[in-house]
């Protein structure tokens, strides 16, 4: 050391020096850039905490974490709106305090499973008294370790789920029935073409046939009258013998029935062709308001007209329904369908037949009922296919239904058959009705 003070220094001991200095100097670089790196890393750990935050807060379903001791670790926001407390006062407390007693065991079962996942409907206690019911999901929550730290439970209302099941279960079942009432329309109208062409074809055989009848019968009378001309004459030894060999006096009765039952048969031919050739509905009338009061009473008597005795038929009809459509169509409907009743209570000891007309909404609606058999629940999805019947052999054609279906549904609405309330069967025809002012 100098005499003044000062410290002098050798020149290893300055190099040490200048060492420790550069050091000083280095680490405190290495600090400032640790610093650095430090707030960059705060700072993504902030933004990467804000965007859980603001995920969290916009789920709508709840969601809440819990420790191994079912305490509360942390809530999201829709939880919050749920029991009507801030995070901070529910952090800390038991879940089962907040949960309906009622629920509490099944919420400890559902927290004790040690694998997977659990579900389970509880009610939450809320300020003003308990919460909808919700599904709660529980999953395993676990720590750093990967040992078990708890459990993550989310959930929503069963009210909203099962309106969700309901709605996409009742859009599946209307689409499976507008499938099939495609398919049904579509073979209805394969079906229809074909039948119209084949009955078209018919048409004109069957035209030779009914004329040619008919002057079979102006052709029968007239023989018979030249044989009885003949008979009354006195006849040979030769004549009386073949007369009596050919059995002509049993010929000519027997002829007579024989034209009658032929003539009858292919009037009936005529009239099936002619129902066959209405299937096509090539040439669709004009549709105006229909008084439907006035149609079914007359449908009604020339049904019975054409079966008396068959049965009583009972009318509840309300007045001033009215359909938009083709009269004359909508009267061979019912026409149809209380004919078929007839039929059916035909062998009943106390035959009972119930037409009624209504006006549903936008819709007038004609029932025809009877207390007959029945149709079997097996064949109901039949009896609106072309040529099915359920009658005896030459008591029908199976196309009275059929051609009432296409007619109903050409007019825009629907036809069901089903079993009565009181057994027997029911159709109920829907047609648009008219509008209030048409109506009115």
């Not at 809530?75 to 629920?103: K, M, T």
């Not at 989310?154 to 909203?160: L, S």
């Not at 109208?189 to 009914?210: D, K, M, T």
Request: with cysteine; proline share 3%.
């Amino acid at each position: 050391m100098a005499r003044d003070g000062t410290i002098t220094l050798d020149g290893d001991q300055e190099r040490v020096w200048i060492e420790v200095i550069d050091k000083i100097d280095e680490v405190y670089s290495d600090l400032l850039r640790y610093e650095s790196d430090l707030e960059r890393k705060n700072t993504a750990l902030e933004e990467a905490q804000a965007f859980i935050a603001s995920v969290l807060a916009s789920v709508s379903d709840i969601l809440v974490v819990v420790d191994e001791r079912a305490a509360v670790v942390q809530v999201n926001a829709a939880f919050e709106r749920l029991v009507g407390e801030g995070e901070a006062a529910l952090v800390g407390r038991s879940l089962l305090d907040i949960v309906d007693p009622q629920d509490r065991r099944a919420l400890v079962d559902a927290l004790s499973r040690g694998a997977g996942t659990g579900e389970v409907e509880v009610r939450f206690r809320t300020a003003t008294g308990l919460s909808d019911l919700m599904t709660i999901a529980a999953s395993v929550r676990r720590g750093r370790t990967g040992r078990r730290a708890g459990a993550v439970l989310t959930g929503r209302p069963i009210g909203e789920l099962r309106r969700a099941y309901v709605a996409l279960d009742k859009a599946h079942r209307d689409l499976q029935d507008a499938q099939r009432t495609l398919v049904e329309q579509e073979k209805m109208a394969s079906i229809g073409r074909l039948v119209a062409g084949v009955a078209h074809e018919l048409n004109n055989p069957i035209s030779f046939v009914y004329g040619n009848l008919h002057t079979l019968v102006r052709y029968r009378a007239a023989i018979a009258r030249y044989l009885e001309a003949v008979h009354d004459a006195p006849q040979s030894l030769h004549i009386e013998r073949l007369r009596r060999e050919l059995k002509i006096d049993a010929v000519l009765a027997d002829l007579e029935p024989l034209v009658d039952g032929t003539l009858e048969g292919a009037v009936r031919i005529s009239e099936i062709v002619r129902n066959l050739r209405r299937l096509s509905f090539a040439s669709p009338r004009e549709r105006h308001a229909v008084d439907l009061e006035a149609t079914v009473r007359t449908a009604v008597q020339w049904a019975q007209r054409a079966k008396p005795g068959a049965g009583a038929v009972t009318l509840v009809i309300a007045a001033g329904v009215c359909a938009i459509g083709d009269e004359g169509k909508i009267h061979q409907v019912v026409v149809n369908l209380v004919d078929n009743a007839l039929d059916a209570v035909a062998s009943v000891a106390e035959p009972e037949v119930v037409v009624t007309l209504s006006a549903e909404g936008g819709e007038a609606v004609i029932t025809v009922a009877d207390n007959g058999p029945g149709i079997d629940p097996a064949i109901t999805d039949k009896v609106l296919e072309p040529f099915f019947t359920t009658k005896p052999v030459g008591k029908g054609t199976g196309l009275g239904l059929w051609i009432s279906y296409a007619i109903v549904t050409e007019h825009g609405g629907s036809l069901a058959v089903g079993r009565g309330t009181s057994g027997g069967a029911r159709v109920t025809v829907r047609l648009p009705a008219c509008p209030a002012a048409t109506a009115s």
